[in-house]
């Protein structure tokens, strides 16, 4: 895993991308640490990072597209699949690079309230819990671009699809309000959900009797909440959409709120899009 | 020790491999061929790890491929048809990145590369970057590749495709060299290279093994032996003679303007009438120029052979 580690970041500041994502980050902080700090003179710099989280849309995708996508386009996944290493090492090597890639601007950019409390009162509590909550929604976005990125043989194609997977949390909370709100809509929204999930479920393991099994069962189980508990049902479309809304949650820390569920949502995220890249490599060699 | 059992793979449709099953002894250089499509590739990559059977075994030095994934591929060096190369890295860099993958330590990678360098002509270009390097030179660090780690068995996938003649005569004395004490097994579509350097052959056509054997023993299982070469001057045509001859299955006739003729006649398989053949000639008037059985090569073998699973298949030619 160390092997693959040192050369993903050897790779990633050999090439052009390293920098790039570098100098997005601290071009977009050091913006937002100019207007807000230094022009307008607010002492809270969590504004900085709160403000500076779309610079995720762009940055994110660009680090995480060549990742696994560009190894099968070249067939060096030979390479490291053949090799004595586990699916999972290869997996973590590449994505604990991207991590690391991603930790170096905030880093620097941590440096920047220390200096200017030297220049007058900065909250630095608050700052360094957004900024800790900030790299952690970035781990969530790699996690998310590295998913794609196994998926794709090309690499514009996984930076185009992880654009607008994290679009979509973008705006999570602003699409999850304009939907109906009505305990029938709840019905037929997650009615629809589950006939995707149960599709998914039957390209994956091309099973055709385990994807109707699911189905009855999902439609089914929601059939009878609907029937006789719909309580449940309402405003649960928002609350799915709420939870999708990665980038909405960053909100609190700005507010001076150390809010460790979100904290541990973003880890779980993390964790369960690396295992989730884990699989679907593995589904690749083994289907 | 390389061990495969009844390994089935399929993409979609297509049946690629059906039922492959061989095994390669320490010391044993086990050619791969078959025509392209034949599943070559891809009973290597199954052999490797890289892809998974639908159903069957490989184990690697007794290691279950499936099982014991990690531990197999330890003892396994793989070099795929394209090797699979970082065009950013030197060819030090490179090595010396697939010896931590393999697991080599790292006190030792450098005395350990420096030999595979030197045996496979690679010292003076260890410090070029991959990306420039000639197709040659790109093939010659794939097979670096897969001796890094120093596995006991090695698997090379057309190891000698785009490389200049000079290269591919260094290349083969690297593989018979490596074949003293390693488990090598080696595709390509050149049945004559694989005859130089091989102990044994196994033929794949349409993701079946229809032949694994020495390729003495292929020569001489095949029809050698069953067709002879007669020629004659002849003052009328003894087709009919030849063909009353017992044990004779079958009679073609040239002719040519000096008024001789040449004669292919096809016997029952383990059957020698060349004397009953000659005896009819003689008495048929004919003077016998030349009466011979028709030599069989290599490539005779491997049509023949290929052509029966088509014919087996039902396929129109």
């Known amino acids: ?287 | 020790m390389i061990e495969v059992s009844g390994l089935y793979k399929a993409y979609g449709l297509n049946q690629a491999v059906r039922g492959v099953s061989f095994q390669a002894q320490k010391g044993e250089i086990v050619g791969l061929i078959g025509r392209n499509g034949a599943g070559k590739s891809t009973t290597m990559n199954m052999i490797a790890g890289y892809i998974s059977s639908d159903e069957g075994n490989v184990w690697i030095n007794d290691h279950d491929i499936l099982k014991e994934p990690l531990e197999a591929k330890r003892h396994l060096g793989y070099m795929p048809e394209v090797p699979p190369l970082y065009s950013e890295m030197t060819v030090f860099k490179y090595l010396e990145f697939v010896c931590k993958l393999m697991g080599v330590e790292k006190g030792r990678i450098e005395s350990h590369l420096k030999g595979i360098l030197d045996e496979v002509g690679l010292e003076h270009m260890k410090n070029r970057l991959i990306g420039n390097l000639s197709k040659g030179y790109r093939q010659r660090v794939g097979i670096a590749k897969a001796l890094c780690g120093d596995p006991e068995n090695i698997i090379l996938d057309e190891p000698t495709s785009g490389l200049d003649p000079q290269q591919i005569v260094e290349i083969r004395k690297v593989i018979q060299a490596l074949g003293k004490e390693h488990t090598v097994i080696i595709s390509s579509h050149i049945l004559k290279e694989l005859a130089d350097i091989c102990t044994r052959l196994i033929i794949i056509d349409r993701g079946r093994v229809v032949a694994d054997d020495t390729i003495e023993h292929l020569i001489s299982r095949s029809d050698a032996g069953r067709v002879l070469e007669l020629n004659v001057k002849e003052p009328v045509d003894i087709t009919k003679v030849l063909r009353a001859v017992e044990d004779v299955t079958d009679v073609t006739r040239q002719s040519f303007i000096t008024g001789n003729a040449n004669y292919r006649i096809t016997q029952k398989p383990g059957t020698n009438r060349s004397e009953a053949v000659s005896r009819a000639a003689a008495a048929a008037g004919a003077t016998i120029l030349l009466l011979r059985p028709v030599e069989y090569s290599l490539e005779d073998v491997f049509f023949d052979l290929t052509q029966r699973t088509s014919l087996e298949a039902g396929e129109v030619r």
């Open chain 1, 1 to 287: 895993m160390a092997g693959i580690y040192k050369k993903e970041m050897r790779s990633y500041f050999r090439g052009l991308m390293g920098w790039v994502f570098l100098a997005l980050i601290l071009l977009t902080f050091g913006i937002y640490t100019s207007v807000l700090c230094l022009s307008k003179g607010f002492a809270d710099f969590s504004l900085v990072p709160y403000n500076a989280q779309f610079v995720f849309l762009i940055a994110i995708p660009l680090l995480t597209m060549r990742s696994l996508a560009e190894e099968r386009r070249q067939h060096t996944d030979q390479l490291l699949y053949s090799s004595s290493l586990s699916s999972a090492e290869i997996v973590i090597g590449k994505y604990l690079s991207c991590v690391t890639i991603l930790a170096l601007p905030l880093v620097i950019s941590c440096l920047y309230p220390l200096v200017l409390s030297g220049h007058g009162r900065v909250v630095l509590e608050t700052t360094f819990s957004t900024m800790l909550a900030f790299f952690l929604l970035g781990c969530v976005l790699t996690a998310i671009g590295l998913f794609f990125s196994a998926l794709s043989t090309n690499q514009f194609v996984s930076a185009a699809i992880s654009f607008c997977a994290l679009l979509f949390c973008y705006f999570a909370n602003d699409l999850g309000s304009l939907l109906s709100t009505s305990i029938a809509a709840a019905f037929y929204f997650f009615s629809v959900l589950a006939i995707a999930a149960v599709a998914l479920l039957r390209v994956m393991t091309k099973n055709w009797l385990a994807a109707g099994v699911a189905l009855l069962i999902l439609e089914g189980g929601l059939l009878l909440i609907y029937l006789f508990v719909p309580t449940i049902l309402d405003g649960s479309v928002a609350a799915a959409f709420g939870s999708i809304a990665v980038f909405a949650k960053l909100e609190t820390f700005s507010n001076g709120i150390l809010n460790i569920t979100v904290l541990l949502q973003y880890v779980s995220l993390a964790w369960l899009f690396v295992f989730f890249t884990i699989q679907a490599v593995e589904k690749r060699r083994w289907s």
